[in-house]
């Protein structure tokens, strides 16, 4: 089915079973992102809330909170949607299977934007900002946010929707130092496409006029974080995969999506910030205060019955996960397009996507050598980590496509190969002093950090060990150890203090382990604050290591040392103890955990849910 707009979808979703009413009332602050925690965790449907305390709107959760029921939604522009980016990505396929693209051009030509005429479209009407769900999702969040907006903006120079930007960044509608219906923060960073138009605006020294669109078809929605190869508008891939024609028109000289739900208009002034968050975020932590540009607030629309979506992010896997999923599906080609040689790359979702990728690629440079050795691959691997997204990325491990077959997905036998292969004398490769995620803040300030790439191929180099080494017991200082994979051995130490301590402390716990002689069978060591948590499940080591460490300043090693400015060890130490300057984990609200469950008692509007 192709939704004209969000009530269609929702109708469409309650006939074939995939979304529930809740009928009582709802309070935004706290309530209504603890019952969507509950349900996305027990696999639950989607979530209308029709009664939200202090709103007459009615809000939408949990749509896209299975791959299943995100490929439902979209059915019927699926595959003509996946053709067109993959003729976009490799125009040569249309000549090679002419006959299985011939639709292609009719499904783009139809998702080309369409203007309106006249003014407001008929069935808004204006608002303010206190008129919304104010949905607060955390409990130390700094206000209420829209956690599902798509972000509208036009290159200053050259205006039109054809120059434009549509992303995903957060917009705070509360707290701080916002003046409510008059202010609201957006976050961003001067490096995307906002960013970029906003740079524009105030070299011209002018301010940047911004819409927020909020609801509409799901795929407006889907659009707003989709990266797109090159040339491709992100409203022409909302009309593609949507079925229909991008609908918009101009009031004031503010776009106005005709199909939203919501619209706020407003002006970003040049070197006009305040402070916007805490935010509780996607890996599992509070991204804290910084200063953000902030919009005054223009207009503020409404369609008829208008339906306010959001969702809610933390530690994964949440409803982002199944983003992740999709937009792998639709672009999944996309790289070994633009990176010649790369087979695959893979975000791992469970260390918070941006933390950690996994590749593999082709290593054609070394046929004929004795040793196989890295080479073609750490091409790929500085391309990789300077490509999008991808470049937020610390932790980079990366081997060939060679005899055995080997996925990324997999993630067990990924690292496992990788660790049988890897010579941590030789395979260790640094960037220090760049940039990372704004949202982590394990490395030295907001933005800045250090990347690290574990490049491995070749044959086998030694047997893992599958159990704890009696050489890793006992260690001074080291009150509890444990097994997540083979080869992989967490210790846990005392509390960290400051990198001006850790330092012996880490020489002396090196040397400890080096007097016990070589133990090749353990390449990688984990150093935490709980050695049975991290050790627990394969999801608590990817997301406690690679969320809480910064690869330049908390990766050691025994027998380590320099070699021709090459870093090297024999076995490395990763400290992925929690450190004071690292933004605190998110913890729900044990009053409100204890309220909600009125909701999933028997005879209420979620009491066929079964909670784990």
């Known amino acids: 089915m192709r939704y004209s707009n969000m009530e269609e979808c929702i109708i469409d979703l309650e006939k074939h079973g995939h979304l529930v009413r809740i009928r009582e009332e709802v309070d935004p602050e706290l309530e209504m992102a603890a019952i969507h925690l509950k349900v996305f965790e027990a696999g639950g449907p989607a979530l209308l809330f029709e009664n939200v305390k202090g709103s007459k709107f009615r809000a939408v959760s949990n749509l896209f909170g299975t791959v299943e029921r995100s490929k439902f939604i979209f059915r019927e522009t699926w595959e003509s949607t996946q053709n067109v980016i993959a003729l976009r990505n490799d125009p040569m396929q249309a000549l090679k299977h002419p006959f299985q693209y011939v639709g292609t051009g009719l499904a783009a030509r139809k998702a080309l934007p369409l203007k309106k005429a006249g003014g407001q479209p008929v069935a808004f009407q204006e608002i303010q900002i206190s008129d919304l769900p104010l949905i607060k999702h955390w409990p130390g969040d700094g206000g209420a946010f829209v956690t599902l907006p798509q972000v509208y903006s036009e290159d200053p120079g050259k205006p039109g929707i054809m120059n434009s930007n549509l992303g995903m960044y957060r917009v705070q509608l509360s707290g701080n130092d916002y003046e409510l219906n008059k202010e609201v923060g957006i976050h961003y960073q001067i490096h995307r496409g906002i960013g970029i138009h906003q740079d524009r605006a105030n070299k011209l020294g002018q301010p940047l006029k911004v819409s927020c669109f909020i609801g509409g078809p799901p795929a407006h929605t889907l659009s707003a974080v989709m990266p797109l190869p090159e040339g491709m508008s992100e409203l022409t891939f909302a009309g593609l995969l949507s079925g229909r024609h991008f609908r918009y028109s101009y009031i004031d000289g503010f776009c106005i999506s005709n199909d939203a739900d919501f619209v706020i208009t407003g002006e970003?002034?040049?070197?006009?910030?305040?402070?916007?968050?805490?935010?509780?975020?996607?890996?599992?932590?509070?991204?804290?205060?910084?200063?953000?540009?902030?919009?005054?607030?223009?207009?503020?629309?409404?369609?008829?019955?208008?339906?306010?979506?959001?969702?809610?992010?933390?530690?994964?896997?949440?409803?982002?996960?199944?983003?992740?999923?999709?937009?792998?599906?639709?672009?999944?080609?996309?790289?070994?397009?633009?990176?010649?040689?790369?087979?695959?790359?893979?975000?791992?979702?469970?260390?918070?996507?941006?933390?950690?990728?996994?590749?593999?690629?082709?290593?054609?440079?070394?046929?004929?050598?004795?040793?196989?050795?890295?080479?073609?691959?750490?091409?790929?691997?500085?391309?990789?980590?300077?490509?999008?997204?991808?470049?937020?990325?610390?932790?980079?491990?990366?081997?060939?496509?060679?005899?055995?077959?080997?996925?990324?997905?997999?993630?067990?036998?990924?690292?496992?190969?990788?660790?049988?292969?890897?010579?941590?004398?030789?395979?260790?490769?640094?960037?220090?002093?760049?940039?990372?995620?704004?949202?982590?803040?394990?490395?030295?300030?907001?933005?800045?950090?250090?990347?690290?790439?574990?490049?491995?191929?070749?044959?086998?180099?030694?047997?893992?060990?599958?159990?704890?080494?009696?050489?890793?017991?006992?260690?001074?200082?080291?009150?509890?150890?444990?097994?997540?994979?083979?080869?992989?051995?967490?210790?846990?130490?005392?509390?960290?203090?400051?990198?001006?301590?850790?330092?012996?402390?880490?020489?002396?716990?090196?040397?400890?382990?080096?007097?016990?002689?070589?133990?090749?069978?353990?390449?990688?060591?984990?150093?935490?604050?709980?050695?049975?948590?991290?050790?627990?499940?394969?999801?608590?080591?990817?997301?406690?290591?690679?969320?809480?460490?910064?690869?330049?300043?908390?990766?050691?090693?025994?027998?380590?040392?320099?070699?021709?400015?090459?870093?090297?060890?024999?076995?490395?130490?990763?400290?992925?103890?929690?450190?004071?300057?690292?933004?605190?984990?998110?913890?729900?609200?044990?009053?409100?955990?204890?309220?909600?469950?009125?909701?999933?008692?028997?005879?209420?509007?979620?009491?066929?849910?079964?909670?784990?």
């Open 268 to 612: 970003i002034y040049p070197g006009e910030t305040k402070p916007e968050g805490p935010f509780g975020d996607h890996l599992g932590y509070y991204s804290l205060t910084h200063p953000f540009p902030v919009m005054r607030v223009h207009k503020v629309y409404a369609r008829q019955n208008a339906i306010f979506p959001f969702t809610v992010v933390g530690r994964p896997p949440q409803e982002d996960t199944a983003f992740g999923a999709l937009i792998h599906e639709l672009t999944g080609g996309a790289i070994k397009q633009e990176i010649p040689g790369v087979k695959e790359v893979h975000a791992v979702d469970a260390a918070g996507v941006h933390p950690l990728l996994f590749a593999i690629g082709s290593e054609r440079y070394t046929p004929y050598q004795q040793v196989k050795q890295p080479a073609e691959i750490l091409t790929m691997a500085n391309r990789i980590l300077g490509t999008g997204q991808l470049s937020l990325a610390k932790y980079l491990f990366i081997t060939a496509e060679e005899d055995r077959a080997v996925s990324t997905h997999h993630i067990e036998d990924f690292l496992t190969y990788i660790l049988e292969r890897l010579d941590p004398r030789r395979d260790i490769h640094f960037q220090t002093h760049t940039t990372i995620d704004t949202l982590d803040y394990s490395g030295t300030g907001l933005n800045t950090g250090s990347k690290v790439i574990f490049a491995a191929v070749g044959d086998k180099r030694r047997e893992l060990c599958t159990g704890v080494p009696e050489a890793l017991q006992g260690l001074p200082g080291i009150t509890g150890t444990g097994l997540v994979l083979p080869g992989i051995v967490v210790l846990q130490g005392q509390a960290f203090t400051s990198y001006a301590e850790v330092q012996q402390e880490m020489d002396t716990l090196s040397e400890a382990i080096r007097e016990q002689g070589p133990l090749p069978s353990c390449p990688l060591i984990i150093l935490c604050d709980d050695s049975e948590f991290m050790s627990g499940t394969l999801e608590n080591f990817l997301w406690a290591t690679f969320t809480r460490s910064n690869p330049s300043h908390d990766i050691y090693g025994v027998n380590s040392g320099y070699e021709n400015k090459h870093w090297a060890c024999d076995n490395i130490i990763i400290d992925a103890r929690v450190k004071p300057h690292q933004a605190p984990p998110l913890i729900p609200d044990a009053a409100v955990e204890k309220k909600i469950k009125r909701l999933f008692a028997e005879g209420a509007s979620l009491g066929g849910i079964r909670l784990s």
